[in-house]
């Protein structure tokens, strides 16, 4: 599976969108962008994924660069429920598991 | 879809002895898989079935583990004389179909284990 690069940590004030990236420099034509989240003492949930184009849904949008080499997870407003590990995962052809990496801790303040 | 559901929440065991954590995945879900996350770490994975074929085990998974999925339905992860290094959040997941590159996985809220 490509590898992904996300920041360790993030912060951010609630009620301001944030927005968290990632570089997937390695990404091959085929493989799908996926973001999780995982709130404490949560397993993770599946927030949104995409391939080309850009994705919204009622969690986040997802902003995909036209190489496709990097993207950025958006969160238009938010709040202190947001604050989670954020997971930014590659999956192409043939996987057959998600690949976890570190994640991005996001903090946000009240 | 009442969602994964995972049992115990959590364990504390004395160094030595089995455990057996049971996982029931959302109905007519056909893949499973269990992770394992350490503290500060993203989740690792460790196997997966398909119905009730275990199809792919991570070198993680020494001999002293063993995962079952009998009848395609819930599937149980049971440690045998279990060590400190055991301890950690043991995570299921499904998915409804074979693991497309587009295909949604389900977690559960994790057993967590502590191995004393």
């Known amino acids: 599976d490509a590898k992904t690069t996300q920041p360790n940590s993030m912060e951010s004030n609630e009620e301001e969108p944030v927005h968290l990236p990632c570089n997937h420099s390695?990404?091959?034509?085929?493989?799908?962008i996926h973001w999780y989240r995982q709130l404490p003492s949560q397993g993770p949930e599946y927030v949104i994924h995409g391939l080309t184009s850009n994705v919204n849904n009622r969690m986040a949008s997802l902003a995909i660069a036209e190489d496709r080499k990097s993207s950025t997870l958006i969160l238009h407003r938010a709040t202190l429920r947001d604050a989670a590990v954020y997971y930014c995962?590659?999956?192409?052809?043939?996987?057959?598991?998600?690949?976890f990496g570190q994640g991005t801790r996001l903090t946000i303040n009240p | 879809d009442t969602g994964v559901s995972q049992n115990p929440r959590h364990k504390i065991t004395k160094r030595g002895q089995n455990v057996t954590f049971r996982c029931d995945p959302i109905?007519?879900?056909?893949?499973l898989y269990w992770y394992r996350q350490t503290l500060g770490q993203g989740p690792e994975f460790l196997t997966y079935f398909q119905n009730e074929a275990q199809l792919e085990k991570s070198r993680l998974l020494s001999d002293r583990f063993s995962a079952e999925r009998p009848k395609g339905s819930f599937s149980t992860l049971e440690i045998q004389r279990t060590e400190q290094g055991d301890s950690a959040m043991y995570l299921c997941?499904?998915?409804?179909?074979?693991?497309?590159?587009?295909?949604?996985?389900?977690f559960g809220s994790g057993t967590q284990l502590s191995v004393l």
């Open positions: 109905s007519e879900h056909n893949r």
């Open positions: 995962i590659l999956r192409g052809q043939g996987a057959q598991k998600l690949v």
């Open positions: 390695t990404i091959s034509g085929t493989d799908y």
């Open positions: 997941a499904s998915s409804p179909e074979g693991g497309a590159p587009n295909e949604k996985l389900f």
